[in-house]
């Protein structure tokens, strides 16, 4: 079902980028081809060659690539002239996605949140939540917890736990504590009875702070899936102590852990959450942070950004939520495909000793090494299936397929997965037998 790629047509001169492109790249390097086309769920070289996307753009692809549906919608606006670039100015597009939003997602979900257009990446929606969360409260400390991603600029990455990333910041990163994640330390540690305690401390030198960020599948940290009851008691303990819930929704949500929200139907309503990635369901960048009404403090343009009408996001966004999330069909699909996923991947894991991790559509296999989770999905990719690998050692292989994956693809790209593990656990008893 798969082909493998085979370079067919001329390979084309790549040195333009060891020339010129910063070393800051980095997917590229695992997978040094150059990428023309995309449809669904398929990445085309230029050479002939075809790729399953297990990454779909870190999640930003949850729709596939090029939905005809949402292809169609902004080929009519574009043609039809429709306002590409707005500042916060009210458009049709805009309007358009707010009603659509709110009809969809916010009604059906009984939440009441405003929603504030930020910047279109996913930092910008984090910084901004972080920074209402100061201004309303007065206070300056943030909780993280380890393993945590919350994005590259200063405010978002003070709150992110890696240390390779957080060193290129190049000042401290100040006013976060990173708290330890449920499970941190084993099962037996109930880590939400150690921030309550640190807290409810006059001497413990945890600071009372502004909000308490979390994501409740860390995406880049591992595929580590909190339990509904320690969020709903991060999400008391947040409440007692007079500080903000922020979800941080990014990668886990847009249907990617199963609902719209990645924290649907745990029991606790989020103050503020942020989104991007999936958002636009197109891949094109748009970002947002929701807040309760009676957070919605700030003073006109007080928090700014040229790109937050990315109007053609809009279209597309409008046109992924009345396509997918209008009745429940998606989401049953979505659970289905999780849950096959999940069979297949504790299979796998099985046959190792290995862990699986995540919920929904976002899980992966702890396979307990970064050098083994990469010889695996460099394989991988030279049997045509792009799959990265999260965590702080880089050691889990997360599968982060297009929701929309036909169920006999998934269990094709699973194969290539299955074998490729295998083949780097019989070379790994080969070298340890010599
Ligand atoms: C990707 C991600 C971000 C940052 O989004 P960018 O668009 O890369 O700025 C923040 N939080 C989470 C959970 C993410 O996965």
Redesign the pocket.
């Known amino acids: 079902m798969i082909t493998t790629p085979e370079p067919s047509g001329a390979i084309p001169d790549r040195t333009i980028y060891e020339r010129r492109e910063s070393a800051v790249r980095s997917y590229s390097r695992s997978m040094p081809r150059q990428f023309g086309k995309a449809e669904g769920v398929w990445m085309h070289d230029g050479q002939g060659g075809r790729y399953l996307d297990f990454l779909s753009g870190?999640?930003?692809l949850n729709y596939g690539h090029n939905h005809p549906i949402l292809k169609q919608a902004l080929l009519d606006y574009i043609a039809a002239d429709g306002i590409a670039h707005g500042l916060d100015l009210h458009t049709d597009a805009k309007q358009d996605f707010l009603a659509t939003f709110e009809e969809l997602i916010l009604k059906p979900r009984g939440l009441d949140h405003r929603v504030m257009f930020t910047g279109?990446?996913?930092?910008?929606?984090?910084e901004a939540a972080i920074k209402l969360a100061r201004k309303v409260t007065g206070r300056e400390m943030v909780i993280a917890f380890t393993n945590?991603?919350?994005?590259?600029?200063l405010g978002?990455l003070a709150c992110t736990g890696n240390a390779a990333k957080r060193g290129g910041a190049g000042v401290p990163l100040s006013h976060v504590a990173h708290e330890p994640y449920d499970g941190y330390y084993g099962a037996d540690v109930d880590t939400a009875d150690l921030l309550e305690q640190r807290l409810a401390d006059p001497s413990s030198g945890l600071d009372a702070p502004a909000a308490i960020l979390v994501?409740t599948v860390?995406?880049?940290g591992g595929l580590n899936a909190a339990s509904p009851e320690w969020l709903r008691r991060i999400a008391d303990i947040a409440k007692a102590h007079g500080a903000l819930l922020i979800v941080?929704?990014?990668?886990?949500g847009c249907g990617r852990t199963g609902g719209f929200f990645s924290f649907e139907d745990m029991g606790f309503t989020p103050d503020i959450v942020?989104l991007?990635?999936s958002l636009s369901g197109m891949g094109l960048?748009f970002?947002l942070t929701l807040l309760r009404p009676e957070l919605d403090q700030w003073s006109p343009g007080e928090h700014n950004g040229t790109f937050r009408g990315n109007n053609h996001a809009f279209v597309t966004a409008t046109a992924a939520l009345k396509h997918f999330w209008s009745g429940g069909d998606f989401q049953r699909d979505v659970k289905r495909r999780g849950d096959l996923l999940e069979t297949r991947l504790a299979r796998i894991a099985a046959d190792h000793g290995f862990e699986v991790r995540g919920r929904g559509m976002m899980r992966g296999v702890n396979v307990g090494s970064g050098e083994l989770a990469a010889t695996v999905t460099a394989a991988c990719f030279d049997a045509g299936l792009i799959i990265e690998t999260s965590g702080a050692y880089d050691e889990v292989i997360k599968v982060l397929a297009p929701l929309v994956i036909d169920d006999a693809v998934l269990g094709a790209g699973l194969d290539i997965l299955e074998t490729k593990i295998r083949d780097a656990m019989a070379a790994d008893y080969a070298v340890a037998a010599e």
Do not use: L, R
């Open positions: 870190c999640s930003t279109p990446t996913g930092t910008n929606a984090v945590g991603f919350h994005g590259m600029t978002a994501e860390q995406g880049e941080d929704d990014i990668q886990a942020t991007a990635k960048p970002a």
